[in-house]
């Protein structure tokens, strides 16, 4: 299995992707809107705008719920007034945890991570403890019976550098700013598009297994459901045996 983004393959393999689309699209539409207000509505004068928005058209979302986002971020409609934290720390054996949230009660939501990391043998880390492990990318996850080879041909053009082929799922990773390019790329060539976004690539891994493996997954769920959370990223590297995929 990838040691791309564990994690999301992970969530692909238990089935929850579908499910999670409903809050996918409310993680979205917070990026937008703090991005509009940080930076403006324009997004060709806005870097981060256009990236969001880039991610949020990848991942199917209407266009109208795109413009709502902006207008809010821009106050051209009533809105929530979010702070966007990213929270660092680790799980079992030292595994680098990052958390990014969007909040409006930052000290609600500060205690309830302490609390989820304690819960599962984890820790807080001080700000730029792990951050400079990960790497930001883009990634489109495939479905069907794919070979490397012929996805590479389809999507090299449009952006893509690295592809990974496991068991009927396969990654697709490129620039962010290449996303929407490759995704397009990948239904151009008839390949079915699950998923696509930013995801944040580690460096290095940290092998785990049996309990510690368990008590990892657990708290990358706790984390993934908290509902402040926008992602939240590792370097574990756990093999398929140790996975509870029921």
Not at 23 to 49: C, H, Q, W, Y
Request: proline share 2%; charged share 30%; with cysteine.
């Amino acid at each position: 299995m990838s040691g791309h983004s564990k994690w999301s393959t992970i969530k692909h393999k238990k089935g929850k992707a579908d499910a999670a689309r409903g809050k996918l699209f409310t993680r979205l539409i917070k990026e937008i809107t703090v991005a509009a207000r940080m930076g403006g509505g324009d997004e060709n004068s806005n870097p981060r705008l256009r990236t969001a928005v880039l991610i949020a058209r990848a991942a199917n979302m209407p266009g109208e719920n795109i413009d709502r986002g902006i207008k809010r971020g821009t106050g051209e409609l009533e809105g929530v007034d979010y702070v966007e934290i990213t929270y660092e720390g680790y799980g079992p054996e030292g595994a680098a945890v990052m958390v990014d949230v969007v909040t409006d009660n930052r000290n609600r939501t500060v205690s309830e991570m302490r609390k989820l990391f304690s819960k599962f043998g984890g820790k807080m880390g001080e700000q730029g403890s792990v951050a400079w492990i990960f790497t930001k990318r883009g990634r489109v996850a495939l479905a069907g019976d794919l070979d490397e080879d012929t996805v590479m041909e389809a999507t090299l053009d449009a952006g893509a550098d690295d592809i990974v082929i496991d068991d009927g799922f396969a990654e697709v990773f490129c620039e962010v700013e290449d996303l929407e390019a490759v995704k397009e790329a990948c239904e151009a060539a008839g390949f079915t598009s699950e998923e696509a976004g930013m995801v944040q690539v580690p460096s290095t891994q940290v092998k785990l297994t049996g309990n510690k493996a368990a008590t990892m997954l657990r708290l990358m769920e706790a984390l993934d459901d908290q509902d402040d959370c926008q992602n939240v990223w590792s370097n574990f590297d756990i093999d398929e045996k140790d996975m509870d995929l029921e």
